[in-house]
């Protein structure tokens, strides 16, 4: 997760930064959002939570956090208002963002698209007395909490099992990474994370740092490597998450690269899953998103209640305006083809009819996934 300058610092408990109320009007459309209920009490019992998502429908957030935000909330605070919001566009997420701080929800929420640009809204809702949990992805400015998953050691993760993949060609092999997007301060954690364990051992014969986190740019960024270094020249591939994952795939096929090198993951993504099972792709990164769902809402709550997130937190970090705030940084999962089951099926991620399609099932069957 860079912070935009650098290594987030992780530290021991401390205590929240509290906000300052000032009034805020704008009045901007909330693209896409959907509202359930009115506005909450400030330090009642109650509170109104604005969630705002970088996707929705079928994107990760949309299908696994969404819910399970929602679940969670609705169990810690059954008459607590929610207004959702959710757009991969970061120009639409700061104008959803606004007008939750005009319509006056007490807390928020929020997986930013692009933190630096959406840093002045954030300002705002600092300035309007609403504090900010920044979830899976720093946000830039005054935030109160803080949840995601250890970027570092997600990194590492992959880097460890791709040398794993690579065999003898671990030492002296050529890889090409497909990292994030350099908007993410997520990507650059990441990279780091795989850096620490990858320099020294392999050649980086290609690296990119992947627009917009977008499959058709890692697609063609991916067809540029292979014309660069040789169809048989590349040994492995560190992809950043499972649709970056997808589309080195397909630009492998493409150029008819045989046989495919190990290519990672991140997300547990079903349709990585079923390339796992199938062979195509080697690992993926599996983050439990329920405890980062809980740990968020838990945050939220108690600042919507005029209480501090401190309680919940586990660590503290610094971002580019304000030191030691609250967070939680969970622990990740590699999963290869022998781990799905007591994994992603065992905590009911997916049930083996999802991931067995009729093309897969022999191959499910000798992964042992069966019901």
């Known amino acids: 997760m860079g912070l935009g300058v650098g290594r987030p610092a992780v530290r021991g408990r401390s205590r929240a930064r509290a906000c300052t109320a000032v009034a805020v009007a704008a009045a901007l459309t ?34 696994f956090d969404r819910p399970l935000i929602e679940k969670k909330l609705r169990e810690l605070c059954p008459s607590c208002p929610t207004t ?15 007008s939750m701080i005009t319509r006056g929800v ?19 809702a600092h300035r309007a007395g609403i504090p900010v949990v920044a979830y899976d992805r720093l946000a830039e400015g005054p935030i109160s909490g803080y949840v995601t998953f250890d970027g570092a050691k997600v990194g590492k993760l992959q880097g460890a099992a791709l040398l794993k993949a690579m065999g003898a060609k671990a030492h002296g092999g050529q890889i090409v990474m497909m990292n994030g997007a350099t908007t993410d301060p997520n990507a650059g954690w990441f ?5 620490s364990v990858l320099a020294g051992k392999v050649r980086i014969g290609k690296s ?11 697609f063609a960024d991916m067809r540029g490597a292979v014309a660069a270094l040789g169809a048989g020249r590349i040994d492995g591939v560190l992809a950043a998450n499972d649709s ?22 991140q997300d547990a993504d079903l349709a990585a899953v079923r390339r796992i099972v199938g062979g195509d792709q ?8 329920k405890s980062a769902a809980d740990a968020a809402v838990r945050m939220a709550v108690a600042l919507g209640r005029g209480r501090s997130a401190a309680s919940v937190a586990t660590g503290t970090v610094d971002n580019a305006t304000v030191e030691d705030i609250p967070t939680v940084l969970l622990p990740s999962v590699p999963v290869t083809v022998g781990d799905i089951k007591d994994t992603l099926v065992k ?20 992964a042992g996934i069966t019901p």
């Open 30 to 63: 909330l693209a896409g959002a959907c509202t359930a209920g009115g506005g909450g009490d400030k330090g009642g019992g109650s509170p109104t939570v604005g969630l705002l998502l970088p996707g929705g429908g079928a994107s990760r957030f949309g299908q």
């Open 84 to 98: 959702v919001a959710a757009t991969p566009d970061p120009a639409v997420q700061r104008q959803q963002l606004e």
């Open 106 to 124: 007490d807390v928020l929420i929020i997986a930013a698209v692009d933190p630096q640009l959406l840093r002045p809204s954030v300002e705002a």
């Open 191 to 195: 990279k780091r994370g795989a850096l």
């Open 208 to 218: 990119y740092d992947t627009v917009g986190w977008r499959p058709e740019n890692a």
């Open 244 to 265: 970056l994952a997808g589309a080195v795939i397909s630009a492998l096929n493409a150029a008819q690269v045989r046989p495919l090198p190990p290519v990672t993951g």
């Open 282 to 289: 080697y690992m993926t990164v599996y983050k439990p998103y």
């Open 347 to 366: 905590d009911g991620m997916y049930t083996t009819a999802q991931i067995c399609t009729p093309n897969l099932r022999s191959a499910c069957a000798r």
